[in-house]
């Protein structure tokens, strides 16, 4: 699992990449590229796609604060990529767009629900605190998992680019 060099550079790109599509986007809360990204580097780099995303999640901490809000995304994200390892790499090429667009609104959809745990230990919640912390925030929850089903529009043709970028970069 080891990069080369050429991942490397790819892979610290993407993770900047990330990192800029969502400060360019926190004008609109909860709506980001992020879920679009982690498909689509999970379906073109498998395994290696935990680089970029933990370039990613670094950039975040680095340049917003490795604050207690931070340690839910060391796994938040994984959780997303882990799912996507799950799914079948053979998937009809008609159905690719749905499965992945579904799969990253589940992620925006489920977002508080993964976030909670550690949330609540850092501050402090029992799991009542912890239920009404998930509650009060399935607004937010929805908004984002119908934009990453929006956004998700864009997974297939990302990752048609990359495939077609690393064919003609050998």
Known sequence: MKPTVK???IFGMLGALMYATKLFMEILPNIHMIGVFIVAITVVYRQKALYPIYVFVFLTGAFAGFDAW?????????VL???VMLLP???PTKIQPIVYMSVCALHGF???VLYAPVYA???????????AWI???IPWDITHGIS?????LLIVPIIYVLKHANRLSR
Request: contains cysteine; charged residues 10%.
């Open 135 to 137: 509650i009060t925030g």
């Open 121 to 131: 230990l850092i501050a402090g919640l029992n799991f009542d605190g912890m239920k």
């Open 81 to 83: 990529w882990g799912f």
């Open 89 to 91: 790499q053979s998937i």
């Open 7 to 9: 991942e490397i550079a």
């Open 148 to 152: 990453n089903f929006v956004c998700g």
């Open 70 to 78: 931070w340690l839910p995304y060391i796994y938040i994200w994984t």
């Open 110 to 112: 489920l977002f508080g």
